[in-house]
């Protein structure tokens, strides 16, 4: 079985302040995790995603993230946080293959002047 | 090329109707997935499909059915709406790759509204 939990359904930061959002996967085979954004009223897209390639993974719009196995952690980070960031933000996991996603709760993201 | 598109964005139904969503993808894409978003729960996977003709069980099948005639598309159906089937809707694609997991692709949503 495979699960994700995300820590803090909201999250508030200033304009240029550090982004950092938590997720902690559980799963009994290595994982496959992935972050997903979305912008009010519309579908999912992905961010970046962890293929066991290598740990430190570079996504879109300046995010990245670090997958630690010793920690299960896959925390999302973006140095300096803008306007256009504030949407939600899901981490995903897959495990074994299945190409089946396991999702958290979520984390709402709100940037502030 | 349009992606992942959904018919219709909005619906409203009453309870004990039915009704069909539409998901279709231009992408070749083998595997198709419908979820449903509540607020506070993330994305549940309600059923998918590894290729055309299959279909099957997700985390939250029950009160939904789904036929795959042809790859590009996936329909969502509810027999007899419930409330509890208010959400939104999404429908996503991807491709599939022995031994790990392709990225999936999602469609911008219908928001299901059951009185």
């Known amino acids: 079985a495979q699960s994700v939990t995300q820590l803090g359904s909201h999250v508030s930061v200033s304009e240029g302040a550090l982004v950092l959002l938590r997720c902690n996967y559980s799963s009994s085979v290595p994982p496959y995790l992935f972050w997903y954004v979305q912008y009010p009223n519309q579908g999912l897209q992905l961010l970046l995603k962890y293929t066991s390639a290598a740990t430190l993974v570079k996504g879109i719009n300046g995010f990245e993230a670090e997958f630690k196995k010793s920690e299960t952690s896959f925390h999302l980070t973006k140095p300096s946080a803008h306007m256009s960031d504030a949407a939600e933000y899901f981490c995903?996991?897959?495990?074994?293959?299945?190409?089946?996603?396991?999702f958290g709760t979520g984390t709402q993201l709100k940037v502030e002047l | 090329n349009a992606g992942v598109t959904q018919t219709p964005k909005f619906r409203v139904l009453k309870t004990g109707q039915s009704m069909t969503l539409l998901c279709a993808q231009d992408?070749?894409?083998?595997?198709m997935y419908w979820y449903r978003q509540d607020p506070g729960m993330g994305l549940r996977l309600i059923h998918y499909?590894?290729?055309?003709?299959?279909?099957a069980k997700g985390e939250v099948p029950d009160g939904y059915n789904v036929s795959r005639l042809k790859k590009q598309n996936f329909l969502l159906g509810l027999e007899s709406a419930a409330p509890s089937q208010t959400s939104v809707y999404f429908c996503a694609s991807s491709l599939p790759l022995a031994g790990s997991t392709d990225t999936q692709y999602f469609g911008p949503g219908t928001r299901l509204t059951v009185l």
């Open positions: 499909s590894v290729g055309e003709g299959t279909t």
């Open positions: 992408m070749n894409h083998e595997y």
């Open positions: 995903a996991v897959s495990a074994g293959g299945g190409n089946k996603l396991t």
